[in-house]
T-cell receptor
Framework: NAGVTQTPKFQVLKTGQSMTLQCAQDMNHEYMSWYRQDPGMGLRLIHYSVGAGITDQGEVPNGYNVSRSTTEDFPLRLLSAAPSQTSVYFC???????????FGQGTRLTVV | KQEVTQIPAALSVPEGENLVLNCSFTDSAIYNLQWFRQDPGKGLTSLLLIQSSQREQTSGRLNASLDKSSGRSTLYIAASQPGDSATYLCAVSTNTGANSKLTFGKGITLSVRP
């Protein structure tokens, strides 16, 4: 059971660089989401998707883009990284019936 | 707007003690509540999920209760062990399935002393 897989686990970017954080799930969940976790702030929702081709903004969407071309994959793009985007990023998928959430192991991103 | 509070932010107990972690939420119109464990540098592991129609769930030494009307949940850990040291987060879901939105507390960092 792979569950939710995130890559990479660690990344260092220079200000202004772009990158894509990958997230894949093998549970056939329609709902997927991205969170960032910062000290003292808890987990905050960045973007979410309720199915292929459907995405929407969460609490802190600025500076991030998402797309959902398949049920399995939900990548998060940083177009021009800023130091304020230094954080730990978590991808989650939610079971349709129980609404139980499953999380990936996270990507620790540092922007210098 | 739903707000989830976990107090205290940190807790240290001796091994073997039974303990209770608290979680409170402001809007009682929830679909479910989930407790997670997070080890340092790791992801979130689901411990227990309580649907809004349920009062409690049990898994091994863990028991979670839910009182929707008062906006509270507790996670009871029996006979604590050093391996239980981690951060425990609760999250409430305000909708169902594909439209679920999770609101998290900031977590309680538990340290169990040998």
């Amino acid at each position: 059971n792979a569950g939710v897989t995130q890559t990479p686990k660690f990344q260092v970017l220079k200000t202004g660089q772009s990158m894509t954080l990958q997230c894949a799930q093998d549970m056939n969940h329609e709902y997927m989401s991205w969170y960032r976790q910062d000290p003292g702030m808890g987990l905050r929702l960045i973007h979410y998707s309720v199915g292929a081709g459907i995405t929407d903004q969460g609490e802190v969407p600025n500076g991030y883009n998402v797309s959902r071309s398949t049920t399995e994959d939900f990548p998060l793009r940083l177009l021009s990284a800023a130091p304020s985007q230094t954080s730990v990023y978590f991808c989650a998928s939610i079971h349709r019936d129980s609404s139980e959430a499953f999380f990936g192991q996270g990507t620790r991103l540092t922007v210098v | 707007k739903q707000e989830v509070t976990q107090i205290p932010a940190a807790l240290s107990v001796p091994e073997g003690e039974n303990l209770v972690l608290n979680c409170s939420f402001t809007d009682s119109a929830i679909y479910n509540l989930q407790w997670f464990r997070q080890d340092p540098g790791k992801g979130l592991t689901s411990l227990l999920l309580i649907q809004s129609s349920q009062r409690e769930q049990t898994s091994g030494r863990l028991n979670a209760s839910l009182d929707k009307s008062s906006g509270r949940s507790t996670l009871y850990i029996a006979a604590s062990q050093p391996g239980d040291s981690a951060t425990y987060l609760c999250a409430v879901s305000t909708n169902t399935g594909a439209n679920s939105k999770l609101t998290f507390g900031k977590g309680i960092t538990l340290s169990v002393r040998p």
